[in-house]
């Protein structure tokens, strides 16, 4: 929902919808059964690993380990998160779950180099593998993990927390299936050096994936824009609203996952009402760009000489040259 209309002060509004879902309850469930099964099966394959001298089942048991911990960091967050405002943390704690999401991205690069170091040099120097051992735990391991999968895949992975969990997850399921080939070599071969290949294999699938978790929960502790707006656009997009003669200070970014916010100074006509053109914002802010949690401050040109926010940050976007969007009501009706 946008702000109820009511003025905290002249010209200024504050929107409050915080675009979350109430599905933390679920989620809670979801990650601790995939949790119950992930910790069971890595148990297993410790011991086998080492019974079989496999690196891609160590490296395997190694990424579920990192699983676990991902999953577990994910119901620790996830509750912080959900820690109500109080006293300077204004927005709550809702960045632990991008401090989680980092957290996890960067195991899996840590991880990711370990396993090729150790993979390039059983590939230079391979010890003998049990092909059998491996190949039938790889693909009971492919069973856990698609189970794990399925679950976490319900839960709500617009946060970043739930998506690094299954991030790791996925990346175990596309490890396993990679071991399940290497040992079926090494077991019909004798080719030990396919075990290495596999554990490569495993090394390259986390960088991609701790990659991409360290990228978007950097843009999000950066305050970067949410992916897919561009502020240029939006801040010209408001600039040709009726009334608006010009937009400045315009700062969009996200607090948590799927939590995006806006503030920006607006410029109106002497002509205009300030707070219909603010509910106007508001609502295109919201159709268009699902942004609801927005705080606009709305002045008059005081006249051609009033200079406003003479060290405005960043672009001003003037309505001067360009079409306004007229559709409807406009807020310059009297």
């Given at each position: ?72 960091l ?21 960045r ?41 735990t790889a ?17 709500d ?57 360290l ?14 707006v561009?502020p ?32 920006a ?19 295109l802010l ?5 942004i ?43």
């Amino acid at each position: 929902m946008i702000g109820d209309g009511r003025d905290h002060k002249a010209g200024h509004g504050h929107g409050h919808g915080h675009g979350h879902a109430i599905t933390a309850g679920a989620d809670r469930r979801l990650l601790s059964g995939a949790l119950a099964l992930i910790l069971a099966f890595m148990a297993v394959e410790v011991v086998i690993g080492l019974v079989s001298g496999s690196l891609a089942l160590i490296s395997d048991a190694a990424h579920m380990m990192t699983d676990a911990f991902a999953i577990a960091l994910a119901l620790v967050a996830m509750r912080i998160a959900a820690r109500p405002p109080k006293g300077g943390y204004t927005f709550g704690l809702r960045r632990a779950e991008i401090l989680s999401a980092q957290l996890n991205g960067l195991t899996l690069i840590l991880l990711a180099a370990y396993f090729v170091y150790e993979g390039v040099r059983r590939l230079i120097d391979p010890p003998p593998v049990e092909g059998q051992f491996v190949f039938w735990t790889a693909l009971a391991g492919i069973a856990v993990n698609v189970a794990a999968t399925y679950l976490i895949s319900r839960a709500d992975r617009s946060s970043l927390n739930v998506e690094g969990a299954f991030q790791h997850i996925l990346n175990d399921l596309f490890a396993f299936i990679a071991t399940a080939v290497a040992g079926l070599v090494v077991w019909t071969t004798g080719l030990s050096r396919a075990d290495a290949v596999a554990s490569l294999v495993v090394a390259a699938l986390m960088v991609k994936a701790g990659y991409g978790l360290l990228r978007d929960a950097g843009r999000v502790l950066m305050e970067a824009a949410p992916a897919g707006v561009d502020p240029s656009e939006l801040g010209a997009r408001l600039a040709r609203r009726p009334c608006v003669e010009e937009v400045h200070d315009l700062h969009v970014w996200e607090v948590s996952s799927g939590y995006p916010a806006l503030s920006a100074h607006v410029l109106v006509d002497t002509q205009g009402d300030c707070h219909a053109v603010r509910r106007d914002l508001q609502e295109l802010l919201r159709e268009a760009y699902g942004i609801t949690h927005t705080t606009l401050e709305v002045d008059h040109v005081a006249g051609p000489a009033h200079v406003h926010c003479e060290d405005a940050h960043g672009p001003r976007h003037m309505a001067a040259g360009e079409p306004h969007d007229h559709a409807g009501n406009s807020p310059c009706d009297h």
